[in-house]
């Protein structure tokens, strides 16, 4: 069997792609790919507890916690203990984090809106349905 002939392998190269391309663009404005989506995944209202981000996005706590500290070093995040559980902290955007958010968001729109165009809802909802399926056989593999 080639590799090609694979699921996994143009999942794996599909992502590289993505990652490569958003990496890019995130240069532009001195962002990763990961400190992008980690400012997608905060609540831009409440901000979100900082053990929801790690499962929220698949991130190792070790290299979450590296991350949001250079973050809240850049001035782009700060944390704030919860009003009602003070055990809880939340991560929170500050005004430049609400600035680079918008761009990571134009950013992730414009991308999945030229797919949609090129893919079609049809092949799309099909992906999705791929992908779900995907998602519940490596819970159910326990590999």
């Given amino acids: ?49 900082s053990t929801q981000l790690g499962p929220m996005m698949g991130m190792e706590p ?10 809240e070093e850049k001035g782009w995040i700060f944390k704030e203990q919860d009003d009602l559980d003070k055990r809880v902290s939340r991560i929170r955007l500050s005004d430049e984090g609400y600035r680079l958010r918008e761009v990571s968001k134009k950013t992730v729109l414009s991308f999945n809106q030229k797919l949609l165009k090129e893919v079609g809802e049809d092949r799309f909802r099909h992906f999705k349905e791929v992908i779900q399926i995907i998602d519940q056989q490596t819970v159910n593999q326990g590999i």
């Fill in 1 to 49: 069997m080639k590799p090609e002939d694979t699921i996994d392998f143009h999942v794996r190269w599909a992502w590289l792609k993505i990652s490569k391309m958003y990496n890019q663009v995130a240069s532009n404005h001195g962002l990763t790919q990961s400190t992008g989506f980690i400012l997608l995944n905060i609540d831009p209202k409440n901000g979100t507890p």
């Fill in 62 to 71: 070790t290299s979450l916690s590296r991350t949001l500290k250079s973050m």
